[in-house]
């Protein structure tokens, strides 16, 4: 029997669906199951890992926190959506990547049995990570429909503030590329001054905007800087999944404490990636929004090809969900079907917010360039009808 801490984690999906594509080992398999991506990293970041490699001063635990030039580099990066000034010295601090940011934070502002707010649906990994810290996902639907998908108003105003000791949101969020409006933020950003709990703002993809959206920080509105957390990541915006490098950013006694938990945790982070995503930070020609261009091509390509299917159309992010309820199937269903039929991994949303998220396949789009994604509504009509 496992720990009483392990009763509820579930699995992500993921790592099966990645295991059974890797299993076929044929190049015509659609890697469409896992937030990768084919776009490399800046080249800044590229030459400094390179050098870093030789460095002494990277072969070292210290320092604890992160590396100076990156700690200012994420400071100012939070700082500047939100219109607001932050210490880089007493209010950020590095982490091993964003969810492992996510948890520090949750480890340090939760009690067994406070209730987080999430949306649903939600990525599980981060579901996985309010339960490892004691606490209890409280879901807010996202409504979807045939322009996107909307937080529910209604049933967030009908939440118990009370049990409520943090809210942590995504936007653009992961599955659904869901993108929250500045009323929507404001419904949010009120909730939190009603419950006074804190906002934890996975940041991860805030600039993979699509349709001429902007940046919407919610630390900016009224009374919210001394309540928000922000939690970025190199993963996504600067393509840099496999160096391992988040950063945590807010008040400052908060940071403090956050601190003492990633020292008790991972120790320090990857000292030849640190200043590479400081380089990725400052470099002009990072190549966000010529990604953000591609990635946007690739999803209207792909919202083209499945016309035919209730997809839910994603307005930043990597992926969308396609809802498969209307064709007397689950979203397992569905994805076995794609995987032996289609040559297509996909991963179904089991677990993914509440029961009602299996009827959802997330379609990955951030991996596969448009000569490969081409046909790929002739798959979906091979294994699917």
């Given at each position: 029997?496992?720990?009483?801490?392990?009763?509820?984690?579930?699995?992500?999906?993921?790592?099966?669906?990645?295991?059974?594509?890797?299993?076929?080992?044929?190049?015509?398999?659609?890697?469409?199951?896992?937030?990768?991506?084919?776009?490399?990293?800046?080249?800044?970041?590229?030459?400094?890992?390179?050098?870093?490699?030789?460095?002494?001063?990277?072969?070292?635990?210290?320092?604890?926190?992160?590396?100076?030039?990156?700690?200012?580099?994420?400071?100012?990066?939070?700082?500047?959506?939100?219109?607001?000034?932050?210490?880089?010295?007493?209010?950020?601090?590095?982490?091993?990547?964003?969810?492992?940011?996510?948890?520090?934070?949750?480890?340090?502002?939760?009690?067994?049995?406070?209730?987080v707010l999430m949306t649903d649906p939600i990525y599980v990994g981060l579901i996985n990570r309010v339960r490892l810290a004691g606490g209890v996902p409280r879901f807010v639907p996202l409504l979807p429909s045939t322009d996107g998908w909307r937080l529910d108003a209604d049933a967030l105003a009908g939440i118990d503030p009370g049990p409520v000791k943090a809210a942590l949101m995504m936007s653009?969020?992961?599955?659904?590329?869901?993108?929250?409006?500045?009323?929507?933020?404001?419904?949010?950003?009120?909730?939190c001054q009603r419950a006074n709990c804190w906002l934890i703002n996975d940041s991860a993809m805030e600039r993979i905007l699509y349709d001429d959206l902007a940046v919407i920080h919610p630390a900016s509105f009224a009374g919210m800087r001394d309540k928000t957390i922000t939690v970025g990541s190199a993963s996504k915006e600067y393509r840099m999944i496999g160096w391992r490098v988040g950063w945590?950013?807010?008040?400052?006694?908060?940071?403090?404490?956050?601190?003492?938990?990633?020292?008790?945790?991972?120790?320090?982070?990857?000292?030849?990636?640190?200043?590479?995503?400081?380089?990725?930070?400052?470099?002009?020609?990072?190549?966000?929004?010529?990604?953000?261009?591609?990635?946007?091509?690739?999803?209207?390509?792909?919202?083209?090809?499945?016309?035919?299917?209730?997809?839910?159309?994603?307005?930043?992010?990597?992926?969308?969900?396609?809802?498969?309820?209307?064709?007397?199937?689950?979203?397992?269903?569905?994805?076995?079907?794609?995987?032996?039929?289609?040559?297509?991994?996909?991963?179904?949303?089991?677990?993914?917010?509440?029961?009602?998220?299996?009827?959802?396949?997330?379609?990955?789009?951030?991996?596969?360039?448009?000569?490969?994604?081409?046909?790929?509504?002739?798959?979906?009509?091979?294994?699917?009808?």
């Amino acid at each position: 029997m496992p720990v009483s801490r392990l009763k509820h984690i579930t699995r992500i999906g993921v790592e099966q669906m990645s295991d059974l594509a890797d299993n076929l080992n044929n190049p015509e398999v659609l890697r469409l199951e896992n937030l990768d991506t084919d776009l490399r990293p800046p080249q800044a970041a590229l030459d400094f890992t390179k050098q870093a490699v030789d460095d002494d001063d990277a072969n070292s635990y210290l320092p604890f926190l992160g590396m100076d030039a990156l700690r200012q580099a994420a400071a100012d990066l939070v700082g500047k959506p939100s219109g607001l000034e932050y210490d880089w010295k007493t209010e950020c601090v590095i982490s091993a990547g964003g969810c492992a940011g996510i948890l520090n934070v949750l480890l340090a502002t939760l009690e067994p049995g406070d209730e987080v707010l999430m949306t649903d649906p939600i990525y599980v990994g981060l579901i996985n990570r309010v339960r490892l810290a004691g606490g209890v996902p409280r879901f807010v639907p996202l409504l979807p429909s045939t322009d996107g998908w909307r937080l529910d108003a209604d049933a967030l105003a009908g939440i118990d503030p009370g049990p409520v000791k943090a809210a942590l949101m995504m936007s653009p969020s992961m599955p659904s590329g869901a993108v929250f409006s500045a009323e929507e933020w404001r419904a949010v950003t009120g909730f939190c001054q009603r419950a006074n709990c804190w906002l934890i703002n996975d940041s991860a993809m805030e600039r993979i905007l699509y349709d001429d959206l902007a940046v919407i920080h919610p630390a900016s509105f009224a009374g919210m800087r001394d309540k928000t957390i922000t939690v970025g990541s190199a993963s996504k915006e600067y393509r840099m999944i496999g160096w391992r490098v988040g950063w945590v950013v807010g008040p400052a006694e908060i940071i403090a404490d956050v601190a003492r938990v990633s020292i008790s945790n991972v120790v320090c982070q990857t000292g030849i990636a640190m200043g590479a995503v400081a380089a990725a930070i400052q470099d002009p020609g990072n190549g966000i929004q010529a990604c953000v261009d591609e990635w946007q091509r690739r999803r209207n390509l792909l919202l083209d090809e499945l016309g035919d299917y209730d997809v839910i159309p994603p307005h930043g992010g990597w992926s969308f969900l396609i809802d498969v309820s209307t064709l007397n199937m689950d979203g397992a269903t569905a994805s076995k079907r794609l995987l032996e039929h289609g040559k297509i991994a996909a991963t179904p949303m089991v677990n993914w917010g509440s029961d009602d998220t299996s009827r959802y396949l997330r379609i990955v789009f951030s991996n596969e360039p448009i000569a490969r994604l081409r046909d790929i509504g002739e798959r979906f009509r091979k294994a699917l009808g």
